[in-house]
């Protein structure tokens, strides 16, 4: 509820006249009895409604609401009363009538209020408001690399991780220098000297930097054939299981699968060999087909270097 104006405003303070007998500081918005009893109108209004009061407060007359009146005069008067401004403790020096302390605050270095950036909503007195509105976090400014608008507060993190024209370092760190974000990609994949490739030579599972790659295409030419063939008789035997040791009995098995479709073709083939290997005691179980072709393996016992077994 608001009730008069607190003494304390005034340059002058007023006699007693002016004090509304309820809440004992200056009339604000004066309504009067039949008896001429001035009161705030809050003031009043509660005494009669929440109270349910039936008397006048200073004369203790019946009092309804409905025999209150307002008193504009009066309300003129107090607003001409000289008084400070609300923030005279802060340093403010201005004094003027009442009915001006609005216009005044509208001008007033001490007043406070809102920052004018977007999202800042900290109060800020108006004589310190050119300094904040400099600082503020949230003050809007312009990304040097793609003139994107964003508050300061947010520009670290766009120029770091999301300015795609911002300029950062080859994570291979070659000589290039700094490369806007938006060509990194291209030139990881197309210029830098120090990014990984892969070998041309698709059984080559190697990873050569580009500065290094025509050296190692040239000095690994014989390995890059010998890998080739490898690969290519792997395919011509992509039916045959690789050799498999079985620990229990020291033995190895060539397992053949479709020996059938192998085994059709015998006579005008040149055979199957399996993969190298090594032992001192070999142990071989001839396979049957479905029609009756035996496979003959043709071997060497007891070297100590790698053998394979033929299938003619």
């Known amino acids: ?47 009669v409604n929440v109270h349910q009061s039936m008397n006048c407060p200073v004369g203790r007359q019946p009092l309804r609401s409905a025999d209150l009146r307002h008193i504009i005069a009066f309300d003129r008067v107090v607003e001409t009363l000289e008084v400070f401004c609300p923030h005279r403790e802060s340093g403010c020096t201005w004094t003027g009538s009442l ?37 503020c976090d949230m003050k809007p400014e ?5 003139r994107t608008v964003l508050p300061v507060r947010q520009q670290s993190n766009h120029q770091r991780y999301a300015c795609k024209k911002a ?16 060509q990194l990609n291209r030139h990881i994949s197309l210029e ?9 030579v698709p059984v080559c599972r190697a990873k050569v930097r580009r500065e290094d790659f025509q ?50 073709n015998m ?14 005691r070999l142990i071989f179980v001839p396979k049957v087909s479905a029609a009756g072709n035996t496979g003959v393996f043709v071997y060497h016992q007891g070297t100590d270097g790698p053998i394979c077994l033929n299938l003619r």
């Open 267 to 280: 006579a005008s083939a040149a055979g199957v060999k399996s993969p190298l290997f090594s032992s001192l």
């Open 167 to 182: 300029p950062i370092i080859c994570p291979f760190s070659c000589s290039d220098g700094e490369i806007p974000r938006e």
């Open 192 to 200: 830098c000297r120090r990014a990984f490739l892969s070998c041309s």
């Open 215 to 264: 050296g190692h295409i040239q000095n690994n030419s014989l390995r890059h054939v010998e890998l080739l063939l490898t690969e290519r008789r792997s395919n011509q035997i992509n039916n045959v299981a690789p050799l498999q040791r079985t620990k229990s009995v020291e033995t190895y098995d060539w397992v053949i699968k479709d020996f059938n479709s192998l085994t059709d």
């Open 142 to 146: 312009e990304c040097p690399h793609c």
């Open 99 to 135: 009915d001006n302390t609005n216009n005044h605050r509208q001008q007033c270095l001490e007043e406070h209020i809102p920052c004018t950036h977007t999202g800042c909503g900290q109060m800020v007195k108006r004589g310190n408001m050119v300094v904040h509105s400099d600082t």
């Open 1 to 47: 509820m608001e009730t008069g104006y607190h003494p304390d405003i005034f340059a002058k303070r007023p006699d007693a006249t002016f004090l509304c007998p309820i809440c004992q500081h200056v009339i604000r918005e004066a309504f009067a009895c039949k008896e001429g009893h001035l009161f705030c109108k809050s003031c009043i209004e509660e005494w």
